[in-house]
């Protein structure tokens, strides 16, 4: 069992109504089991379009996600 | 490598014309440079579906954003002879005609200038973690989304 904290933003964090959540994962997952498990929980994500940060970076989706990494979902930029 | 102190870039609500104009004043002892440039980014009152937008409410995944902004200063000041560089975004809501942006780029001569500051604002609005939403005087909003 692998326990994850997900950090949600801008439009994500409005869809999901929260800014953090917990998730248990009955085992490792990957980037992309990740994804289909929070899109199970909030189907509303799959209509947005985002991507999943692992300690501040991009990396592919087989990426074994561990419960000290930082996850974060971020929605389209914005800046400027 | 030498080891630079990270600059904080983010302002809390828009950024004024007096602190624009005090950070060029402050340039005057660096007589070394022979030219700057500025980008400014200004809030733009966009209409969408007959529906005016009055500000833009920014956010941030300010961790991700601050190490992003990091980078890119490092590798436009590899890129380009820069004497110096400033960079500063809003966080919170910035009023439709407010500045939002702050680029600064001064050199000793002009035309690096030019190409320093349109790299720069490119990769700013490409790589950094920063959501905006546009508010419309009703209330509601739409989320904004860089081209």
């Given amino acids: 069992m692998t326990e994850l904290k997900i950090n949600y933003y801008g439009m994500i964090a409005e869809c999901t109504a929260c800014e953090e959540e917990f998730l248990t ?7 992309q089991e990740l994804d289909h498990l929070l899109k ?39 800046g400027g | ?17 007096e602190f624009i104009a005090n950070s060029i004043a402050k340039h005057q002892t660096k007589t070394s440079i022979g030219a700057h440039d500025i980008f400014l980014g200004q809030v733009r009152a966009d209409e969408i579906a007959n ?38 975004h809003s966080l ?31 990769n700013i609005k490409k790589e950094v973690p920063i959501f905006g939403k546009e508010v419309f005087e009703d209330n509601t909003h739409v989320w904004k989304e860089n081209t």
């Avoid at chain 1, 994962?25 to 980037?31: P, Q, Y």
């Fill in chain 2, 92 to 122: 919170g809501t910035v009023k439709a005609g407010e500045i939002c942006l702050f680029v600064f780029v001064s050199a000793p001569h002009r035309k690096v200038v030019f190409d320093a500051i349109e790299f720069l604002v490119e």
């Fill in chain 1, 25 to 31: 994962a009955a085992k490792l997952v990957s980037v």
């Fill in chain 1, 40 to 78: 199970q929980k909030h189907p509303n994500l799959k209509k947005l379009s985002y991507k999943i940060a692992i300690n501040h970076s991009f990396v592919t989706p087989d990426t074994l996600v561990q419960s000290d990494h930082e996850i974060a979902l971020l929605p389209p930029f914005a």
């Fill in chain 2, 51 to 88: 529906k005016t937008a009055q500000a833009i409410t920014y956010s941030a995944h300010t961790e991700m954003a601050e190490a992003k902004f990091h980078e890119i200063r490092e590798a436009t000041f590899e890129k380009f002879e820069l004497t110096c560089m400033h960079i500063y």
């Fill in chain 2, 1 to 17: 490598m030498e080891v630079k102190k990270k600059k904080t870039v983010f302002v809390e609500g828009a950024i004024m014309p």
